[in-house]
């Protein structure tokens, strides 16, 4: 593979291949190399999630995710055309169970209208159950541009762009280390070393220390949460028709237990957010010794903990009782119980943590001498991650001159 180039990128996930196509199109002059440790593209958070396209509801006006998302929405779903990237717009409906979440819900159609997405309208119990005949509660949001799509199948799809453009998307090629000298950004990885004008490191649950690597602070500090799904077996899968969410807790960045139908026509129910071992926790019980010292020594993780006990038990009772998982999802579909289903798959959520013990809620984005690094890209990072890639090519364009 090649030794030198312009830019290197650091990861073959959505966001990685994303950044890499936006600065090809703006400077194809560029010779541009991805490096991605894994054997195939998008391996992980990028194939290992729901799969929902969100529409930019849930954002705090200013955030990035506010002003991400909608963009981002709608180029995703413009890509997913031009690619025959399996996909459908098939809505969304936030609950409200009762009159103690209605402010909740009123916040979130304001933010959303704020954010410009398009067709927002209230529901009460008979136009939810006109839509959802199995869901109840007293009133919902509907987001009928929310949708579904393959994310795996997109990173693929910008991987074969990429090389038919002439850049090289390099797989079983990890980093393992970070030097500067003469005017060049060295990369030591798993197949060589690679020298650099400038690099972009979308590192997803190893961002932070690839950042410290290249002269970076500490903060954030990455803490991993095991997500898992369950699917609602075949025969049961009338009982959602597209996409059913609760209103949020506004204190943490989840969204909570939700029901969501694939593209595939499978309905998922998930995710669950378990502290895990690894930083690819595939099993609950994958343990690595690196991975959790570095979660436990994090000041930042027992200050989280102190403010979050509460939903930190609760997390537990859904991973260690599937019947208390399922109930989480029955108190919105009560017709489900836990015979309806079975496990589907899990993944690990890459999520910043601050010293101070507050989980990150936007996307973070750090640079250094002769780098920039995504520090933090959770949900909605997958949809939004072509608006994503426009704001760091922008920003890196100075650095390429």
């Known amino acids: ?60 006006a200013g955030s990035l995710k506010a002003r991400l998302c909608v963009e981002g929405a709608r180029r995703m779903y413009e890509l997913c055309e031009e690619h025959a990237v399996p996909h459908e717009r098939c809505g969304k409906v936030i609950v409200a169970r009762g009159a103690s979440e209605l402010p909740g819900l009123e916040e979130l159609e304001r933010r959303g209208r704020a954010n410009g997405v398009q067709g927002l309208r209230r529901l009460d119990a008979s136009g939810l159950r006109d839509l959802e005949p199995h869901c109840r509660g007293v009133a919902a949001l509907h987001s009928p541009d929310t949708g579904v799509a393959d994310f795996a199948a997109v990173a693929r799809a910008l991987a074969r762009r990429l090389g038919e453009r002439g850049v090289e ?5 990890g980093v393992t280390g970070v030097t500067l000298k003469r005017s060049r ?10 020298r650099a004008r400038f690099a972009i490191f979308c590192a997803g649950a190893w961002s932070d220390r690839l950042a410290v690597l290249a002269g970076a602070s500490a903060e954030p500090r990455i803490v991993p949460f095991r997500g898992a799904y369950l699917r609602l077996r075949p025969d049961r899968r009338g009982l959602v028709n ?40 595939s099993s609950p019980a994958r343990l690595r010794p690196r991975d959790l010292l570095a979660t436990l020594s994090w000041p930042g993780t027992w200050r989280m903990f102190g403010r979050h006990w509460r939903a930190g038990l609760r997390e537990i009772a859904h991973a260690a009782s599937r019947r208390a998982f399922v109930a989480a999802a029955a108190a919105y ?6 015979a309806d289903v079975e496990f589907a798959f899990a993944g690990v959520r890459a999520q910043a943590v601050a010293r101070d013990g507050s989980l990150v809620d936007d996307f973070v ?29 922008e920003r890196a364009d100075a650095e390429l001159r």
């Open 333 to 338: 579909v009560p017709e489900l119980g836990a």
């Open 169 to 173: 998307v390099a797989t079983g090629a």
């Open 242 to 281: 597209s996409l059913i969410y609760p209103v949020p807790d506004p204190g943490l960045p989840f969204l909570g237990v939700h029901l969501t139908r694939d593209v595939g026509g499978e309905v998922l129910i998930g995710p669950t957010a378990l502290l895990a071992l690894a930083r690819e926790a």
């Open 365 to 393: 984005i750090q640079g250094t001498e002769r780098a920039m690094h995504l520090r933090n890209a959770p949900s909605p990072a997958a949809t939004s991650s072509l608006a994503i890639a426009r704001v760091i090519a």
């Open 185 to 194: 950004i060295f990369l030591r990885h798993a197949r060589g070393e690679l």
């Open 1 to 60: 593979m090649t030794e030198e180039c312009d830019l290197a990128i650091v990861g073959a996930g959505i966001l990685g291949l994303a950044v890499a196509a936006e600065v090809n199109g703006r400077r194809p002059e560029l010779s541009v190399t991805v490096l991605e440790h894994e054997e195939e593209v998008g391996l992980h958070q990028t194939s290992h999630n729901s799969g929902v396209i969100h529409a930019g509801i849930y954002y705090a």
